[in-house]
């Protein structure tokens, strides 16, 4: 069992930054973010693999988003910059040890954080 517990959401404007936190209670093979809006499919956002810390971004957010993993503290990080109203979404920290699948899959993932709330508005 992994339990993962997210942090950092909230409102801001457009342009603003934010960086969410997942802390995670084991290291495992990699671990993600998706976000979700309402009546919408889960969507892969971002990941990190070990060994290597290969690092996949979403074309939605590729050169506005970053994934960071910081293991001496156990926590994931997205530092999310020059945020838009279409990044309005509940964000979810996801991690796995088999991984099987594609990065953005959610059957890659086994452990799943509650969410955290971002409301970017214009």
């Known amino acids: 069992q992994v339990d993962l517990v997210e942090s950092g959401g909230g409102s801001v404007q457009a342009g603003a930054s934010l960086r969410l936190s997942c802390k995670y209670s084991?290291?495992?093979?990699?671990m993600a973010w998706f976000r979700q809006v309402p009546g919408e499919e889960r969507e892969g956002v971002a990941s990190?693999?070990?060994?290597?810390?290969?690092?996949y971004i979403s074309d939605s957010v590729q050169g506005r988003f970053t994934i960071i993993q910081d293991r001496s503290s156990e926590t994931l990080y997205l530092q999310m910059n020059s945020l838009k109203p279409e990044d309005t979404a509940m964000y979810y920290c996801a991690a796995g040890f088999q991984c099987r699948g594609t990065w953005a899959q959610r059957r890659t993932y086994t452990y799943w954080g509650q969410g955290t709330q971002v409301t970017v508005s214009s």
């Open positions: 084991a290291r495992t093979y990699c």
């Open positions: 990190v693999t070990t060994p290597g810390d290969k690092t």
